[in-house]
Each structure stands twice: as structure tokens, then as C-alpha cells.
């Protein structure tokens, strides 16, 4: 069998807090009897890959050297964030969690995937070649491309993951945080379609606008000075007691729950110490406020719940059938649901380049990448 042989984009921590950001050659591996090879052609940038890319780093220490085929990029940690990074010092770790691409090479059980175009997930996917178990891709329709089925896992998942919680845990309508991104443009996709209320937040009028195109009733800017007010009247209407954080750190999350408990007790007919009985729950799902998170619980009562809600987590509860049918559901919206648009198609040598890290690390809604290792 043919051997491969590619670059993969590492990224490595040293005890004195330097953060190395290089283009690895690493030898493809044949696949087993159940695996295959697959020629990555796109591998979009998500929020989630940026906390393995970069992690806390200081952009401001960025240095550049290397070539251009084989950049090496250097950033300086600061000294506090250190302590809770010592696990990964000294490793070179793989970066990227979902793609698509061709398959070049089967084992003898998978030989019916040779030359299909699949979309895949399992990390390690900012490189040339990855190697995976056949069960581990899905097999993209026909007439998709690579950039079509790169992102039809860790969004799409986790929108529909999130519907499925609200489902599970007996909740009606949801409020989400960080709205107008890919993402929140599919849930908002989604709600519609299975008729869930949904109250989203953003934080200008420029993305309010994104989603009132799509059809959202409920959009509400973060920085407009009645926001509070609006939020708990959309609370109130919607009947929302979940939500799901993308910012983190701050205080929206305690503003969010002190609205759900302000609507709750619209209607309570008598006064409780404790506040009222109805429970709400707030996940948080992600960081791009890397501040604490600050909650000011003598505002929404005792009856509330605040946690992390990871998608690899979600799917292991979920269970197979669940699984099989939020997965079969992405196959059959995967141009429209759960469509992504990018603002730019780059190469690996590209993806480290100062000027594109410096766009990442803003994580500005709307500035995604798509990284196409075929390119140059």
C-alpha cells in the first residue's frame, strides 16, 4: 500500500511559558483492516480549536520565524496562567477538530469508502493526511464538497445537542448569548423549523439585523441601555428557564437568571424569601470572555443550577439512537441548516501567519476561517 507522508500543525507549551506554533512532517501510518486515509481538503477554525491553538496566550509577544513554507510562531504565556497548563509542557499536540476531505487509502474492511469524499471529526485535523477508524467518518452527499462537510460536526452537534437538552431536562424555549455567530445562526435556524422560542443576545445592532433575517422574533443587544427590561420580557413571553452561555466570563450569565426570575415572579401570588420555585438553568459552553464569570445569586432566588455543557460529554449521555439521528438530520440540512460561511480560505503554511493569528485570537463574530491543506 501507498505510504504518506504530511505536515501537521502542532502546538507546544516549554516549562518557561514559551507557546510554539509549527508545521510538523510526520509519516502516515497504513490504515488497519477497519481504518482509512484521508486527504484533508478543508478544516474550518472553531472557538474550540483556538483554546488548544493558542490557549491563554499574549498575541502582543507574537514573534515570526521559519520560512514561508515552514513558519514557527512564538507567543509568551503570561506567568498566572501557567499552573493550570502544566499537563500539556513539553507535548506536541495535534490541533483541529473536524474536516473533510478524500478518501486515498482503505483497510480491507473499508474498501468500500476508497475515493468517497467524507466529513470527520477526532481532532488532528490542521494536517495534510489523517488517519481514522471507517466508523468514524460520515460519508458526504453526493455533489457536496470538503468545504460543505468541514464543519457538519461540532456546530451542528451542538446546536442539535442543545435542543436535545431542553427536551430532556423538561425546558420550553431556550436564551443563547454570542447569537448572531455560525452557530447561533443555526440554532436560530433550527428553533424555527421545530417551533422552540428563542431569545438571542448579541451585541450590536449589526448582528441583531444578521438574525432578524433569518426570521428571529426575539433579538437583543447586550449594550443598549434598556437591555435588562427587554430580556426579561422576552423571558417572560418566551417562557425561557435555559441558557446557554458562549461568553463565560462576566456577569451576563447572572443578568440572564435574574431576568428568568423577575418573569417568573410576574405571575407569583404571594412573596418568598427564597424566591420562586421555578428552576433555571444557565450552561456554559464557552469562553470568549476569559474573565470570571460573576454571579450575583441574591438577584434570582435559590430554585437555578450553573454548569459547563461540553458536546463530546453531551453526545456519551445522549446515547446511539440519539446520536444516529441528529447526525442523519445534519446530512439532510447540510446546505441549508447547517450551512457555514467563511470569511476566508487559507492554507496551513497560512494558518500562522501574524496578521491571520491576530484575527483568530478576536474571535470577531463572522470572522471564521476555513484552512485547506492542499493550498500551495
Known amino acids: 500500500m501507498m505510504a504518506f507522508h504530511g505536515r501537521e500543525l502542532r502546538t507546544t507549551l516549554t516549562e518557561d511559558g514559551t507557546l510554539t506554533l509549527s508545521l510538523e512532517d ?43 513554507e515552514r513558519p514557527v510562531t512564538t507567543f509568551r504565556l503570561p506567568k498566572a496562567m501557567l499552573g493550570g497548563l502544566r499537563a500539556r509542557v513539553g ?41 481514522l477508524k471507517a466508523k468514524e467518518v460520515l460519508p458526504l452527499p453526493d455533489g457536496a464538497t470538503s468545504a460543505e462537510g468541514a464543519a457538519m460536526f461540532v456546530n451542528p452537534l451542538t446546536t442539535l445537542g442543545f435542543l436535545e437538552t431542553m427536551r430532556m431536562d423538561g425546558h420550553k424555549a431556550i436564551v443563547h448569548t454570542a447569537a448572531a455567530s455560525n452557530l447561533g445562526q443555526m440554532l436560530q435556524k433550527l428553533c424555527l423549523a421545530d417551533g422552540v422560542p428563542l431569545v438571542n443576545i448579541v451585541r450590536s445592532e449589526q448582528q441583531a439585523e444578521i438574525l432578524r433575517k433569518l426570521g428571529a422574533t426575539h433579538v437583543l443587544d447586550s449594550r443598549a441601555e434598556d437591555f435588562r427590561k427587554k430580556l426579561a420580557d422576552a423571558v417572560a413571553e418566551t417562557g ?50 476569559p474573565s470570571p464569570s460573576t454571579l450575583n445569586r441574591m438577584t434570582f432566588g435559590f430554585q437555578w443550577s ?34 457555514s460561511r467563511y ?31 492542499t493550498r500551495g
Open 26 to 68: 510526520v509519516a502516515v501510518p497504513a490504515p488497519g483492516p477497519d481504518e482509512i486515509v484521508v486527504r484533508v481538503e478543508a478544516a474550518p477554525i472553531n472557538p474550540s480549536d483556538l483554546g488548544l491553538l493558542l490557549g491563554p496566550a499574549d498575541v502582543r509577544t507574537m514573534e515570526s520565524a521559519g520560512t514561508a
Open 91 to 131: 507535548q506536541s499536540l495535534a490541533v483541529g477538530n473536524e474536516g473533510a476531505g478524500i478518501v486515498v487509502a482503505a483497510g480491507e474492511n473499508a474498501k468500500a469508502l476508497e475515493g468517497r469524499r467524507v466529513g470527520m471529526v477526532g481532532g488532528a485535523m490542521f494536517a495534510d493526511f489523517r488517519v
Open 240 to 289: 425561557a428557564t435555559l441558557a446557554f452561555d458562549a461568553i463565560g466570563g462576566g456577569d451576563l450569565g447572572s443578568t440572564i437568571l435574574q431576568a428568568m426570575e423577575q418573569a417568573a415572579n410576574r405571575n407569583a401570588t404571594e412573596y418568598s424569601r427564597y424566591g420562586s420555585s421555578v428552576f433555571k438553568q444557565l450552561y456554559v459552553y464557552g469562553a470568549l470572555d
Open 306 to 339: 450553573v454548569s459547563g455543557w461540553l458536546l463530546f460529554n453531551f453526545l456519551r449521555r445522549a446515547g446511539a439512537d440519539a446520536n444516529a439521528r441528529m447526525r442523519q438530520r445534519i446530512l439532510d440540512e447540510l446546505t441549508t441548516t447547517f450551512a
Open 343 to 373: 470569511t476566508a480560505t487559507i492554507g496551513l503554511a497560512e494558518a500562522l501567519q501574524p496578521e491571520v493569528l491576530k484575527i483568530y485570537e478576536r474571535k470577531a463574530t463572522g470572522e471564521k476561517y476555513l484552512i485547506d491543506p
